[in-house]
């Protein structure tokens, strides 16, 4: 179970999974992404959700409000539209878990988010990938 | 008995060996810097960034196309990592080691004849550095020089990630690129 700041940390972060989670729901019942990648990508996501929660335990919580995004709304109109705007979502991620995994005070949880860290940055890259752009360069 | 290795094999051991062999994380820490400054940890980061660069090159040399273009940006990235990291040791009173030559790496390279056999190289580079990055956002004891190893280790998964994407693979391995939460 993890304690104090840390709790903060996690819960900041399970709320980056919520909206992302959020978001590729919606995309796959409004068609705005490949199903294949976006079924993957939820199904890695749901999975990190699910070992913070795993992680915050039994702590005393202050879960944070996730409220729908009228950004995400427009999003859903094409696949190119919603493939941008998850590519914003993802280095979003990134970088929180970047700050997270240095920053943790239990040092046994800052590879285990540097992991989750780097599979959010392999996500960016599939998202690339899906809009026909190369995976690191244009 | 006589032990026989996949073509596969031979060459992700190679790549495990090279960089295993370019690590010194019990080295003394260098030059000047004291020690727990993080420095000799630092150091070992730069010898594998040097033994990359140059392990690109010997890639780039088989490959053409989409792939090479990736691979130099993928290259001209890893070489901005060595730079901070030698910032980083001079910081810290260190002096960063230069590492070996073109011909030194060359000879600890398999030969890399298709694109296929590059792009594997490749992709058992970048797994040894992400994991060497992850591993070093745990084992620094300074916040500063585990926010550079979590900036770096970002890089490198996405370097990876696009390794695997030109190899025809999924981007990501799965929820957790090495060890799960």
Partial sequence: MARGSDVEVLEELLAVEARQVAAYEAALRRGAIEPALGEELLEHEREHAAALERRLGTAERNPRATVPSSELTRALRSREDFARYALGLEAEAVAAYAEAAANMSDARLRQPLGSIMACEAAHRVALRDSLGRRPLVD | ??????????????????????????????????????????????????????????????????????????????????????????????????????????????????????????????????????????????????????DIGADQAGHLAAVRVLRGLPAAQGPFVTGAL
């Fill in chain 2, 1 to 150: 008995m006589a032990v026989s290795l996949t073509r596969r094999e031979a060459l992700g051991g190679a790549a495990a060996a090279l960089l295993l062999a370019s690590c010194g994380g019990g080295d003394p820490p260098p030059g000047g810097a004291k020690p727990g400054s993080g420095a000799a940890l630092l150091s070992s980061l730069l010898a594998l960034q040097h033994a990359t660069v140059a392990a690109y090159g010997a890639c780039e040399e088989v490959l053409r196309g989409e792939a090479l273009a990736e691979v130099r940006a993928i290259r001209a990235q890893e070489r901005e990592h060595a730079g901070r990291l030698e910032v980083g040791i001079r910081d810290l009173g260190g002096e960063p080691p230069a590492g070996k030559t073109a011909e030194e790496y060359a000879r600890t390279f398999p030969r890399l004849r298709t694109e296929a056999d590059a792009l594997l190289f490749a992709d058992h580079l970048e797994q040894r550095q992400v994991r060497a990055y992850l591993d070093a956002i745990k084992d620094f004891t300074q916040a500063g020089a585990r926010a550079t190893a979590a």
